[in-house]
């Protein structure tokens, strides 16, 4: 019976109130008085951040409280009644919109309904799911942050007619569900009166700033680190044996799985003329992978220069045979264990000391009893001597083609091994700098 006295009375209360109440106009008693409408924004959700087209989903709870005039009641003469909830559509609304609204088409929020209070005091909560231009700033992908403005504001009341405020403090993120890819370090709301070229009256509006910092833990272990490890195969083409023909092919290969890494990062990223730090990393990269296979191009021309090569310039031999690979720890090529000379020492050593099977001296030409006749002997004929010498010079250009030849390839190595440490050097301090740059 209780709970059938109290409807009776609030239905009573809603027809006494709503029985002459028009929501067209502003509920004021002075119309040369600016209404107060307070606005608050509690973030929900992030959905999506298309950083190519520059537009922030989001999931929002807008709440929005002003006085009505021309609804107030004394909740003694309707049985303690102090507050009702009766739909939107039934009051006043003021026409507060998202000035940089991103959707299709612009859309109000939902149609829930109001806590209208006994002294008049109307609060309404509607959750809304935005799409807000945001100006995206990729200069330090992935290592980036963003701001993204919520500006909501009256498309029609001016600062005269509707003084919109913000509560004090920031943007409630109390319920904020956390988002994989961004972390929410605040929301400040500042409010600004903006005189717009149309009309001379101010227009309040309220801004909420999203501080948005990108985790970057996504994109360091499927971007940055293969990248990285690429990166690193390319000074070992330097490493690899002239001969086994796959020099050039490291390194082209290594330059093609960056250009496709490139088009990843270019695929999401905006058409903006400012170039990502990633980007500017592959870029780097990929300039230094193409710098060493013209390199390795090169040193292979001199190392398969062939026989007939000029001899080494002295001071090519001189710096390269002998102090850069020092520096760089190249032994010798084609070279055995022991030096010329002491092969050669070795050699007459053992020709001073004779062999088994040598002849006497009694035996030798010219000798004593029983050494062979001059007019005989057929060592001394003229055309034996003839074959004999040109053998032994073709033998000769024959070893002094060998030695050039094997002078270049030594200067082929030094040089394969210095540069593979030069590149080495290079990779790190290139990946040291945008991890500098990105902290």
Known sequence: ?????????????????????????????????????????????????????????????????????????????????????????????????????????????????????????????????????????????????????????????????????????????????????WEVLGMPATRNVVTYGCCSEPFPDVTYTLLLRRRASFYIFNLLLPCLMVSFLAPLGFYLPADSGEKVALGVTVLLALTVFQLLVAESMPPAESLPLIGKYYIATMAMITASTALTIFIMSLHHCGPGARPVPPWARRFFLHHLARICCVSEVGESCKSPRRAAAARAGRGHRGGPGEKPKGGEVGGGAGACPLGRCLCHHQGLLRNVSYISACFRRHRAAQRRAGDWKKVAKVMDRFFMWVFFFMVFLISLLVLAKAA
């Open 1 to 181: 019976g209780c709970l059938a006295a109290e409807g009776r009375v609030a239905q009573k209360l809603l027809q006494d109130l709503f029985s002459n109440y028009s929501n067209a106009l502003r509920p004021v008693e002075d119309t040369e008085r600016a209404l107060r409408v307070s606005l608050q924004v509690t973030l929900s959700q992030i959905i999506d951040m298309d950083e190519r087209n520059q537009v922030l989903t989001s999931y929002l709870w807008v709440r929005q409280a002003w006085q009505d005039a021309h609804l107030s009641w004394d909740k003694e003469a309707y049985g303690g009644i102090d507050s009702i909830r009766v739909p939107s559509s039934y009051v006043w609304r003021p026409d507060i919109i998202l000035y940089n609204n991103a959707a299709d088409r612009f859309g109000s929020s939902m149609e829930t309904n109001v806590v209208l209070s006994s002294d008049g005091r109307i609060q309404w909560d509607s959750p809304a799911i935005t799409k807000s231009s945001c100006r995206v700033d990729v200069s330090y992908f992935p290592f980036d942050g963003q701001r993204c403005p919520l500006t909501f504001g009256s498309w029609t009341y001016n600062g005269h007619q509707l003084d919109l405020r913000h509560l004090p403090g920031a943007g409630d993120l109390r319920d904020f569900v956390r988002n994989v890819e």
